[in-house]
């Protein structure tokens, strides 16, 4: 599960951080999608958490989030995150693989 979440929440992070479109989109919805991926980052945090895999990423996209509105300094933590993000999802292993059956 949070694989999927990294990939996911780190290809929207890429997307907003395109130049001047991701600006445009943010400014165009009231920064509704900083909210939005504010949430969704404290959910993958807490699933990667219970999971055992790394949550770095979901920090860096906090701060992404939160510092969203800061016109260059948004931008490139939306890219550096997604990136983070993205490339660490391609390394977590599924956590069905991870599971560990005893034979009795």
Do not use: N, Q
């Amino acid at each position: 599960m949070s694989k999927v979440l990294k990939l996911v929440s780190g290809s929207f992070e890429l997307l907003l951080g395109f130049p001047i479109l991701g600006g445009m989109f943010i400014l165009a919805t009231g920064w509704t999608p900083l909210w939005f991926m504010f949430f969704f980052h404290l959910v993958t945090l807490i699933i990667c958490a219970k999971e055992g895999t790394r949550y770095y990423g979901s920090v860096l996209g906090l701060a992404a989030s939160a510092l969203g509105w800061i016109p260059f300094l948004g931008m490139g933590l939306h890219i550096l995150s997604g990136i983070v993000l993205v490339a660490d999802g391609l390394m977590t292993k599924d956590s069905r693989s991870r599971r560990v059956y005893h034979r009795r």
